[in-house]
Nanobody
Framework: VQLAESGGGSVQVGGSLKLSCTYSELAFRNREIGWFRQSPGKERKLVARISTSGTINYADFVKGRFTISQDNAKNTVYLQLNTLTTEDTATYYC????????????WGQGTQVTVSS
């Protein structure tokens, strides 16, 4: 199983980015794809997750600003980042599990998002 993130970059405060996570064909039919982020010296945190059936959960710190979506035909999950702040600066990773609520075992390499004032 392979996952690859893209779409990171540098933006100013208040700006937007759209991240993409493209994954290889997954054998498990009811998986979740999650977006995580990690800043230097901090723990990796779940940002949002989406199941094959479209069930979505967001971390409280991004509700109303970030939107997760998917195109199952393209094996791609997106994360739209809006109203970015310097606190959103981090490496963003996507990951997959084998069933809803399961451990995320499969990880991409990450894409850097830098927000400057």
């Amino acid at each position: 199983v392979q996952l690859a993130e893209s779409g990171g970059g540098s933006v100013q405060v208040g700006g937007s980015l759209k991240l993409s996570c493209t994954y290889s064909e997954l054998a498990f039919r009811n998986r979740e794809i999650g977006w995580f982020r990690q800043s230097p010296g901090k723990e990796r945190k779940l940002v949002a997750r989406i199941s094959t059936s479209g069930t979505i959960n967001y971390a409280d710190f991004v509700k109303g600003r970030f939107t997760i979506s998917q195109d199952n035909a393209k094996n791609t999950v997106y994360l739209q980042l809006n109203t970015l702040t310097t606190e959103d600066t981090a490496t963003y990773y996507c990951a997959a599990n084998s069933w809803p609520g399961g451990t995320f075992h499969y990880w991409g390499q990450g894409t850097q998002v830098t927000v400057s004032s």
